[in-house]
C-alpha cells in the first residue's frame, strides 16, 4: 500500500468504510499489518452509525467512529483527540536559537466551526420544500459558494440515482444498487435533504438485505417521491449545471497563450499533488485554462476536476497543452 521505508506524513486517516473495491475495514488491516503504522490514528467514518458498527470498527484496528453525515464541530473534535503536531523540523527556529519556547501547534478549534456556521437570511440559497440549507450549511462551515455548488452536483450525479438502482437490480447486480442507495443516502444527508435521505436508507437497507421486489419496489417509488420534486426546484432556482460552464466571451478575448499556459502549468501540479484546491483554481483561471480545451472538452474537463478524479483531468490537460505548444 505504501513504499519506502518511512510512513507517509499522515497525522490522522479518515476512513470511509463503504469503499466499492477494498473497503474500509479491509483498508484498516492493511495498514495495520504493516509495524510502521502501529501508531497511526485511524477514524472510521460511516453511516451506519450503531453499537455493532462501532464495536466492530475497534476490533478491526481503528481509534474511533464518527458519522455520516458529517457534523463539522464533532469531526474536529474528534480529529483533535488523536491529533499530534508534526515533529518540527531538525533546522531550529528563530526562536529556539534564541533559547525561547516552541509554541506547540493547536488543533483546530471546534469553537471556530461552530462560529463560522451560517447565520442570518439565505438571500442567496434557494427556499426549496424538503431542503433545510441551515443543516447544509452548518456542514460545509458556512461556506455559501461551496454549498451551492454541491447542490448543482446533486442534480446532476443524483437526480438519475432511482433509475440507475432500478437499472442495477435488473442486471442482478445488487452490491452496486446498494453502493447508489448508500451514496445518495450520505449525499443527501450532507446537503440537508432529510426526506431524501431518510428514503435512501430504507432502500439501502431492503437491498441490503435481499429484500423482495414486492418490498424494494415500493420503497423506490418513495425516493423518487422525495427525490424528483427537490431535484426540480433545485434545477429550477440553480440553473443546470453546466450553465456555468462556459468562459466569459470578454474574458476570452483578453488572454494570451502564455497565460494560458502558466496557469496550465500551476494547474498540473495541483493535480498531480491530489490538492483539493484545483477545483477552486479551476473557477478563478476559467478563462486562461478554457482555450486550451475548447468548447468540446472543457465540460467534461471541468466535471472531472470537481469530481476528484484529478489523474484523468492531469491527463487530459496534459494532452491539450501538447496540441498547443
Known amino acids: 500500500m505504501f513504499n519506502g521505508p518511512q510512513p507517509p506524513p499522515f497525522d490522522v486517516v479518515l476512513m470511509d ?5 477494498m473497503d474500509g475495514y479491509q483498508a484498516t488491516a492493511k495498514i495495520r499489518s504493516d509495524p510502521r503504522f502501529g501508531a497511526l490514528p485511524i477514524i472510521a467514518m460511516t453511516a451506519h452509525a450503531t453499537i455493532e458498527e462501532r464495536q466492530r470498527c475497534l476490533a478491526v484496528g481503528m481509534n474511533d467512529h ?3 453525515p458529517i457534523d463539522p464541530a464533532m469531526l474536529f473534535s474528534t480529529v483533535g483527540r488523536f491529533y499530534r503536531p508534526v515533529k518540527p523540523s531538525l533546522v531550529p527556529s528563530d526562536g529556539a536559537r534564541a533559547g525561547q519556547k516552541e509554541t506547540p501547534v493547536e488543533p483546530r478549534s471546534t469553537e471556530r466551526v461552530t462560529e463560522s456556521k451560517a447565520g442570518g437570511v439565505n438571500e442567496d440559497l434557494p427556499a426549496v420544500a424538503g ?3 441551515h ?3 452548518t456542514r460545509v462551515a458556512g461556506n455559501r459558494k461551496l454549498y451551492s455548488k454541491l447542490l448543482r452536483q446533486f442534480i446532476e450525479q443524483q437526480g438519475p440515482a432511482v433509475g440507475q438502482i432500478t437499472a442495477a437490480l435488473a442486471q442482478g447486480d445488487v452490491a452496486l444498487a446498494e453502493r447508489l442507495a448508500h451514496t445518495l443516502k450520505g449525499v443527501a444527508g450532507n446537503i440537508g435533504a432529510k426526506a431524501v435521505q431518510a428514503a ?5 437497507k431492503l437491498i441490503r438485505a435481499r429484500a423482495a ?3 424494494v419496489d415500493p420503497a423506490k417509488q418513495q425516493v423518487a417521491a422525495a427525490l424528483d420534486p427537490l431535484a426540480a426546484q433545485l434545477k429550477a432556482a440553480l440553473g443546470s449545471p453546466a450553465s456555468d460552464a462556459s ?3 470578454e474574458a476570452l478575448a483578453t488572454v494570451n497563450p502564455a497565460q494560458s499556459r502558466e496557469a496550465a502549468v500551476q494547474l498540473v501540479k495541483l493535480l498531480s499533488e491530489f490538492d483539493s484546491g484545483a477545483g477552486d483554481f479551476v473557477e478563478a483561471n476559467r478563462a486562461a485554462l478554457y482555450p486550451l480545451l475548447g468548447t468540446e472538452f472543457w465540460p467534461q474537463f471541468e ?9 484523468d483531468a492531469q491527463t487530459q490537460l496534459e494532452q491539450a497543452m501538447n496540441s498547443h505548444p
Open 131 to 133: 431542503l433545510d440549507t
Open 66 to 68: 464518527v458519522a455520516k
Open 17 to 21: 468504510l463503504q469503499m466499492p473495491e
Open 213 to 215: 421486489a414486492a418490498d
Open 247 to 249: 468562459a466569459p466571451t
Open 200 to 204: 435512501a436508507g430504507a432502500l439501502e
Open 135 to 137: 443543516d447544509g450549511l
Open 303 to 311: 466535471k472531472l476536476v470537481q469530481g476528484y478524479a484529478f489523474a
